[in-house]
Protein backbone atom coordinates (compact mmCIF):
# COMPACT_ATOMS: atom_id res chain seq x y z
CA UNK A 1 0.00 0.00 0.00
CA UNK A 2 1.81 3.21 -1.09
CA UNK A 3 2.20 6.10 1.86
CA UNK A 4 0.64 8.80 0.21
CA UNK A 5 -3.53 8.13 -1.55
CA UNK A 6 -5.21 10.83 -2.75
CA UNK A 7 -7.74 9.52 -1.88
CA UNK A 8 -6.80 9.65 1.66
CA UNK A 9 -4.96 12.62 1.57
CA UNK A 10 -7.18 15.29 -0.89
CA UNK A 11 -10.37 15.11 1.40
CA UNK A 12 -8.97 15.77 4.67
CA UNK A 13 -7.57 19.14 2.89
CA UNK A 14 -10.31 19.92 1.12
CA UNK A 15 -12.57 19.37 4.58
CA UNK A 16 -10.40 21.65 5.90
CA UNK A 17 -10.45 24.85 3.61
CA UNK A 18 -14.30 23.81 3.84
CA UNK A 19 -14.39 24.12 7.46
CA UNK A 20 -12.67 27.67 7.26
CA UNK A 21 -15.76 28.90 5.07
CA UNK A 22 -18.24 27.50 7.08
CA UNK A 23 -16.37 28.85 10.34
CA UNK A 24 -16.27 32.20 8.57
CA UNK A 25 -20.21 31.92 7.46
CA UNK A 26 -21.44 30.78 10.88
CA UNK A 27 -19.67 33.07 13.55
CA UNK A 28 -17.71 35.40 11.81
CA UNK A 29 -21.02 37.90 11.60
CA UNK A 30 -20.34 37.86 15.38
CA UNK A 31 -17.56 40.78 14.47
CA UNK A 32 -19.82 43.13 13.09
CA UNK A 33 -23.16 42.76 15.61
CA UNK A 34 -24.95 46.01 14.82
CA UNK A 35 -25.36 45.06 11.09
CA UNK A 36 -28.52 44.27 9.96
CA UNK A 37 -29.87 40.50 10.91
CA UNK A 38 -30.57 39.92 6.63
CA UNK A 39 -27.08 41.62 6.01
CA UNK A 40 -25.49 38.49 8.02
CA UNK A 41 -27.58 36.08 6.26
CA UNK A 42 -26.64 37.14 2.85
CA UNK A 43 -23.41 37.10 3.57
CA UNK A 44 -23.35 33.79 5.46
CA UNK A 45 -24.95 32.23 2.17
CA UNK A 46 -22.62 33.51 0.10
CA UNK A 47 -19.56 32.36 2.38
CA UNK A 48 -21.28 28.87 2.72
CA UNK A 49 -21.25 28.10 -0.90
CA UNK A 50 -17.63 28.04 -1.00
CA UNK A 51 -18.09 25.56 2.10
CA UNK A 52 -20.59 23.33 -0.10
CA UNK A 53 -17.91 23.55 -3.05
CA UNK A 54 -14.94 21.63 -0.97
CA UNK A 55 -17.65 19.79 1.37
CA UNK A 56 -19.08 17.54 -0.81
CA UNK A 57 -16.80 16.60 -3.44
CA UNK A 58 -14.43 15.90 -0.56
CA UNK A 59 -17.17 13.27 0.68
CA UNK A 60 -17.20 12.09 -2.52
CA UNK A 61 -13.48 11.56 -2.94
CA UNK A 62 -13.34 10.36 0.45
CA UNK A 63 -15.51 7.37 0.82
CA UNK A 64 -13.46 6.01 -1.65
CA UNK A 65 -10.58 5.48 1.65
CA UNK A 66 -13.12 5.85 4.62
CA UNK A 67 -16.34 4.74 5.65
CA UNK A 68 -18.94 7.74 6.18
CA UNK A 69 -19.01 7.67 10.19
CA UNK A 70 -15.71 8.01 9.86
CA UNK A 71 -15.50 11.12 7.42
CA UNK A 72 -18.00 12.54 9.66
CA UNK A 73 -16.02 12.02 12.19
CA UNK A 74 -12.92 13.37 10.54
CA UNK A 75 -15.28 16.27 9.54
CA UNK A 76 -16.36 17.18 12.99
CA UNK A 77 -12.76 16.99 15.01
CA UNK A 78 -11.55 19.26 11.90
CA UNK A 79 -14.52 21.65 12.58
CA UNK A 80 -13.68 21.73 16.65
CA UNK A 81 -9.74 22.73 15.96
CA UNK A 82 -10.62 24.95 13.45
CA UNK A 83 -13.01 26.75 15.88
CA UNK A 84 -10.98 27.04 18.76
CA UNK A 85 -8.31 28.99 16.49
CA UNK A 86 -11.36 31.21 14.88
CA UNK A 87 -12.74 31.87 18.33
CA UNK A 88 -8.90 32.57 19.74
CA UNK A 89 -7.57 34.56 17.48
CA UNK A 90 -10.53 36.32 15.51
CA UNK A 91 -13.41 36.68 17.69
CA UNK A 92 -11.06 37.11 20.74
CA UNK A 93 -12.49 34.46 22.82
CA UNK A 94 -10.46 32.07 24.30
CA UNK A 95 -11.44 28.51 25.37
CA UNK A 96 -10.98 27.29 28.95
CA UNK A 97 -9.72 24.23 30.19
CA UNK A 98 -13.80 22.91 30.29
CA UNK A 99 -13.98 23.25 26.62
CA UNK A 100 -10.88 21.59 26.14
CA UNK A 101 -11.19 18.72 28.20
CA UNK A 102 -14.78 18.45 26.12
CA UNK A 103 -13.15 18.69 22.52
CA UNK A 104 -10.17 16.36 24.24
CA UNK A 105 -13.12 13.84 24.96
CA UNK A 106 -14.62 14.13 21.60
CA UNK A 107 -11.52 13.58 20.05
CA UNK A 108 -11.21 10.31 21.89
CA UNK A 109 -14.22 8.58 20.89
CA UNK A 110 -13.41 9.74 17.22
CA UNK A 111 -10.56 7.35 17.88
CA UNK A 112 -12.75 4.26 18.71
CA UNK A 113 -14.60 5.45 15.52
CA UNK A 114 -11.08 4.57 13.84
CA UNK A 115 -10.66 1.03 15.27
CA UNK A 116 -12.50 -0.40 12.30
CA UNK A 117 -13.90 -0.23 9.11
CA UNK A 118 -17.86 0.50 9.24
Given at each position: MPIFRLTAILP???????NVF??????GHLR?????????????????FFEY??????????VATYSV???????EVITLTVFA???????????GWQQFV???LIVVGAA???QGRV
Open positions: IVMLVFSMTFAWYHKTEAMWLAVISSWGIACLAVPANRIGAQLKTIQLFSTYVLRQPLGFGFIF
